[in-house]
């Protein structure tokens, strides 16, 4: 149990209050509490505006990047050493490209960039030549934060805003550690805003996946003899969660494990108990490798026992041997000063010594177990129907200038094949993400591919740019000739298909295509040997679950619907900052206000104009 928790940042009271979500779960009775101080006195606050801009007609980025360019100048110039949160990775990219062409070498060599997906060593390099000064202006997203303490940065500036409110005060508190004085700089576009929406459209879970979700549970429990207690992966859920940029496996995991704890907490608020109970378990301990030959088993020496032979990956010109071998065995007999998350780290790194010799001559394989939801005949009848009706109603769209939401994707599949019912939004959806996927996954593949779906930017409208939705139609439908060639009469309806995990663009589209046929009800998958933990689910009632799916146009989910106002607050709030003329003085104590729960009248009436009385709740 906790004895004591610290944040930094967080609201206390008002419509974001963070200190009751925590201490309530927690579990924290009669807690004493303690209250720092936000506002830091040696920050000055220095936002320039440009309220006028418009984006219309105006190149928006290369506008911002001029401007930041000449601050970096001035900065730069003026011996400061500088900060500079970007919200995005491709801006830090994009920016950095601007500099080496546009501005001066001594500059492009003192600046140095940090972000996620940058590799290890060279974000510590960064990192070092930064906090040592031979780096005078770091470019980076939110990812250089937590741990990072340089006592010397005189300037922490926002190319844009890179999240909330709490973001932005931990993210300018980084100035003026150690120094008398520093500064919170920005050049604010009102068009700024979009990167924060953007960023929030891509991380928050949307109605749809909620519904899909329990859908994909319901499907599992039907295939398991609609058995109450249940095991599964987040692999399962690909289809559903694989939106925006590349997910990583890790991505998919948590988005399947908050969205069924948002759905379980939702009943709970609704009927005071949750008909659907999630509690991630253990690692995988049964992992699936394919061999050069069956010999090449012996070289793992003492270890070869832990493998059993269990098919035939046919996805290579030359057949290879399939063996599923018991990791829990191995860890439990030689590894076990390791914890079992820790000794799969180990085994599967790529550089150091191996922790089992030869490992590295093992091709780590992803097991798909799909079985069909009727006669071969049925169901290559009832594809061929989907398919003819998908591409017909894509085909109503082509014009440069329609753009269509997914409801009214979704009134077309409707009147064109009425059986679907209900079901004609959750379809939609599906349908609609699975193109915008496959899209991608072909432009990563092929360096002139045109996309045949776009989204509108910052809107819920798509457009159909030409016939190529046809490739994506008869990709989906050799996929599913190349799984019935492989069923066999002993096998019935079932086959196995192992997937190299190393070829990650091929799992992708097995995850997209398979997920949209189990939509289609054509068909039911499972995955085995993955490098996600598995999922426990306890369905406690079928009978609200299954009305959910049957009316997803009807289900709200309190949660998603509170983290949607919380979002509007923040974007609000901050607007309210970054526009007022304040002194620095007044600047700092809004903002302690805010932390304590009060927002200005000005952001309370803007917010109730959407969210009436949820407001003041």
């Not at 406690?540 to 509170?562: A, C, G, H, M, T």
């Not at 309210?576 to 304590?596: H, I, N, S």
């Amino acid at each position: 149990f906790p004895v004591a928790t610290f944040t930094a940042t967080a609201i206390y009271g008002g419509i974001e209050d963070m200190y009751v979500e925590t201490r309530d779960s927690l579990g924290l009775v009669n807690p004493v509490t303690y209250f720092g101080y936000v506002k830091r006195d040696n920050i000055s606050v220095a936002i320039q505006r440009k309220p006028d801009y418009s984006e219309r007609g105006k190149d928006y980025r290369g506008d911002k990047f001029k401007v930041l360019a000449q601050r970096l100048k001035t900065f730069f110039e003026a011996g400061k050493k500088v900060l500079v949160y970007f919200p995005m990775v491709n801006l830090i990219l994009d920016f950095r490209n601007y500099l080496l062409a546009y501005s001066d070498q001594k500059l492009v060599d003192s600046t140095g960039v940090y972000y996620g997906p940058l590799d290890r060593l060279e974000k510590r390099d960064a990192y070092q030549k930064f906090k040592s000064d031979r780096y005078r202006v770091m470019l980076a997203t939110k990812a250089f934060g937590m741990g990072i303490d340089i006592p010397n940065i005189d300037i922490v500036y926002h190319f844009a805003p890179t999240g909330n409110v709490c973001d932005y005060i931990q993210e300018i508190g980084r100035a003026a550690r150690q120094l008398q004085e520093g500064f919170a700089s920005l050049d604010f576009f009102p068009a700024d805003f979009s990167h924060v929406n953007r960023l929030y459209g891509i991380s928050t879970l949307k109605r749809h996946q909620l519904v899909k979700t329990v859908d994909r549970v319901l499907q599992i429990a039907t295939r398991e003899g609609r058995k109450r207690n249940l095991l599964m992966n987040g692999d399962e859920f690909h289809s559903i969660f694989a939106t925006g940029s590349e997910p990583s496996s890790d991505d998919i995991d948590n988005k399947v494990k908050t969205a069924l704890l948002i759905i379980e907490k939702d009943f709970v608020l609704k009927l005071g108990y949750s008909p659907l109970i999630a509690r991630p378990r253990s690692l995988f301990t049964h992992e699936y490798f394919a061999l050069n030959s069956p010999s090449a088993i012996d070289s793992l020496g003492v270890f070869s026992k832990y493998f059993e032979p269990v098919g035939i990956d046919n996805s290579q010109v030359r057949r290879q041997p399939v063996y599923r071998a018991d990791l829990k065995a191995v860890w439990k007999d030689n590894f076990s000063k390791y914890s079992f998350a820790q000794f799969k780290y180990e085994l599967h790194k790529s550089d150091g010594p191996p922790l089992v010799p030869n490992w590295s001559n093992l091709r780590g394989l992803l097991a798909i177990r799909v079985e069909l939801s009727g006669t071969t005949p049925a169901i290559m009848k009832a594809f061929s129907e989907f398919k003819y009706l998908i591409a017909e109603v894509f085909g109503s769209y082509i014009n440069p200038s329609t753009h269509f939401s997914s409801a009214e994707f979704a009134a077309r599949l409707l009147a064109r094949m009425p059986k679907i019912g209900h079901r004609a939004s959750v379809l939609s959806e599906s349908i609609l993400e699975s193109a915008f996927n496959f899209c991608r996954l072909q432009k990563r593949q092929r360096n002139f591919y045109s996309w045949f779906i776009s989204r509108i930017e910052d809107t819920d409208k798509y457009q159909i740019k030409s016939t190529a939705y046809e490739d994506f139609l008869e990709d989906m439908s050799a996929l599913l000739d190349m799984v019935i060639g492989r069923i066999t009469p002993v096998d019935g309806a079932i086959c196995t298909v192992f997937v190299d995990k190393d070829d990650r663009n091929n799992i992708l589209r097995w995850f997209l295509e398979l997920g949209l046929l189990e939509d289609f009800g054509l068909l039911t998958y499972r995955c085995s040997g993955g490098d996600t933990p598995e999922i426990f689910v306890r369905i406690n009632s079928f009978l609200p679950l299954q009305r959910l799916v049957d009316l997803p146009n009807e289900y709200e989910n309190l949660i998603l619907k509170n983290v949607y106002l919380r979002h509007r607050a923040s974007v609000e709030m901050l607007t309210y900052l970054f526009t007022e003329r304040a002194e620095t003085r007044d600047f700092w104590d809004t903002v302690e206000d805010y932390f304590l729960g009060v927002l200005p009248e000005e952001v309370r009436d803007r917010l109730k104009v959407d969210f009436g009385s949820s407001v003041d709740e």
